[in-house]
């Protein structure tokens, strides 16, 4: 007797269905950046500014984002990045 037919074989259609799905469910775990208008963005760098996250240094035309170090030249970059930032660390602070 001939062992299983492979066209019978369905693992192959289960494991990429899973992986499908984990990949839709990472999707909507994800957070939005590309929504952020300009309005939006200067808002954001103003409640961070005053928070003591964003530094602006004026001599330099920059903001400096203190808990990252890194340094934008637009509030738009910076707004994006901050979100980014605190999803990224949200997400690292859930899975411990």
């Not at 062992?3 to 775990?29: K, N, R, Y």
């Amino acid at each position: 007797m001939a062992g299983p037919d492979p066209f019978d074989d369905t693992s192959v259609d289960h494991e990429q269905l899973e992986t499908e799905l984990l990949a839709q469910d990472h999707d909507v775990e994800s957070v939005a950046t590309a929504d952020i208008d300009d309005a939006t963005a200067r808002r954001l760098v103003d409640e961070l500014v005053d928070a003591d996250i964003v530094t602006l240094v004026p001599e330099n035309c920059v903001f400096v984002h203190d808990p990252s170090g890194t340094a934008f030249d637009s509030h738009l970059q910076l707004a994006v990045f901050h979100r980014g930032w605190t999803a990224a660390r949200d997400t690292d602070a859930e899975a411990k």
